[in-house]
């Protein structure tokens, strides 16, 4: 396997992996996009980290700062999915090692992240790579008819 910054080429996986991964149990919106170049648009080369096997990518980590000014510029939010084939095979472990190797090369001191308080099974994961929960916003999203709570998680590099 191979972990790297993403490339055009990507695009087309990385667009098939994010419709299979993101769904109303894992994200409070739809994500779909009509085409690569739909993609690229949103995802240019080199925003995302990628987990490669046999010319396909299989995980994607995505961060940026989630607010655009000075005085937050050293948080990184962050977003990653690994393909449903793929999971429990340590992929998600290395790409969260590799951005917190990477993050502070880029004056990141902080990873935060939004999970959805059911998607139990992304809780676990990030708890086991170190992050805590700093706070919930309750009833955030009305999903399927059903209230959300918003589990905000952060981890200090």
Same mark, same amino acid.
């Given at each position: ?22 769904? %109303?149990?894992?994200? +409070? ?13 949103? !995802? +240019? ?5 990628? #987990? ?20 937050? %510029? ?6 990653? %999915?690994?393909? +449903? ?16 190797? #990477?993050? +502070? ?12 308080? !059911? !998607?139990?099974? %992304? ?6 790579n170190g992050f805590q929960i700093e706070g919930t916003l309750k009833k955030e999203f009305l999903i399927n008819g059903t209230y959300i709570d918003d589990v ?6």
């Amino acid at each position: 396997m191979e972990i790297r910054k993403s490339r055009k080429e990507d695009a087309h996986t990385m667009m098939e992996l994010e419709h299979l991964a993101w769904t %109303a149990g894992t994200t +409070p919106s739809e994500i779909h996009f009509d085409s690569a170049a739909e993609y690229l648009l949103k !995802n +240019p080369a080199g925003s995302k980290i990628v #987990a490669v096997m046999d010319e396909k990518v299989v995980g994607i980590l995505g961060y940026k700062s989630p607010i655009p000014i000075k005085s937050n %510029a050293h948080v990184a939010e962050l977003d990653i %999915a690994v393909h +449903p084939d793929y999971q429990r095979h340590g992929i998600g472990i290395q790409l969260m090692a590799y951005l917190k190797e #990477a993050a +502070p090369k880029e004056g990141y001191q902080k990873l935060q992240l939004r999970v959805l308080s !059911n !998607n139990e099974k %992304a809780i676990r994961f990030y708890k086991k790579n170190g992050f805590q929960i700093e706070g919930t916003l309750k009833k955030e999203f009305l999903i399927n008819g059903t209230y959300i709570d918003d589990v905000i998680m952060g981890y200090f590099l």
